[in-house]
């Protein structure tokens, strides 16, 4: 079945460094895929999305391209601040039927 | 234009009792999702229903858990007999009809369910 594997957390990074979170992904067809991200405290909410091959999402500095020869979504960073500290989860939907899978979710702690 | 309306935001009961949690969608989406997420777990999917129709319960636990979205009003996830295990925070999503086209589920904020 359908399924999404990420990065196993957590994750702690200094200010200004670089952030990868890797995601693989497991779909037949063409599934659009997502990062969403989860402020403590709060529900998820969408960070960026991309519905084709090679699309590239991008939202708040953040960047993930849809790479269906490697069936990857890596969410990339240039630059991680303290207000990034969250838990992300990378997510698809297959291009058949409403249902959602998301991954286990990975914590990043960014430090001053 | 409101969110994804959760409530009760928190909830504490004691082992045994009967635990409904509610979720208002937002406005014109017909699609609600119900996630579990316990404490350094990630997100569980238990159920997918649109109006009156359960589409896909394969991540609920087959006793003590139900969940139903009437033509009116909103979806409530109903635990019965509640055990500790079950303390959690309970996320709902919703999505419009074109959900899939649109990509996108929207969250509330989540019913933090306490079991003492």
């Known amino acids: 079945g359908d399924s999404v594997t990420q990065m196993e957390g957590p994750v702690t990074l200094s200010e200004e460094a670089f952030l990868t979170i890797n995601c693989t992904y497991t779909a037949t067809g063409y599934p659009s895929l997502f990062w969403y991200v989860q402020y403590p405290g709060e529900g998820l909410q969408l960070l960026l999305k991309?519905?084709?091959?090679?699309d590239k999402g991008s939202n708040k500095g953040f960047e993930a391209t849809y790479r269906k020869e490697t069936t990857s979504f890596h969410l990339e960073k240039g630059s991680v601040q303290v207000s990034d500290s969250a838990v992300y989860f990378c997510a698809l939907t297959p291009n058949t039927g409403n249902q959602f899978y998301f991954g286990t979710g990975t914590s990043l702690t960014v430090i001053p | 234009n409101a969110g994804v309306m959760q409530n009760p935001r928190h909830l504490v009961r004691r082992r045994g009792q009967e635990a409904r949690l509610r979720c208002s969608p937002m406005?014109?989406?017909?699609?609600v999702y119900w996630y579990r997420q316990l404490p350094e777990e990630g997100l569980k999917f238990m159920v997918y229903?649109?109006?009156?129709?359960?589409?896909?319960e394969s991540g609920m636990p087959k006793e003590r858990f139900s969940a139903e979205f009437p033509k009116e009003g909103p979806s409530i996830l109903r635990i019965q007999q509640v055990v500790r295990g079950d303390s959690a925070a309970y996320f709902c999503?919703?999505?419009?009809?074109?959900?899939?086209?649109?990509?996108?589920?929207?969250f509330g904020e989540g019913s933090r369910l306490t079991v003492l």
């Open positions: 991309a519905t084709k091959a090679d």
């Open positions: 229903l649109q109006k009156e129709n359960i589409i896909d």
């Open positions: 999503a919703s999505s419009p009809p074109t959900g899939r086209e649109t990509g996108e589920l929207f």
């Open positions: 406005k014109g989406h017909s699609h």
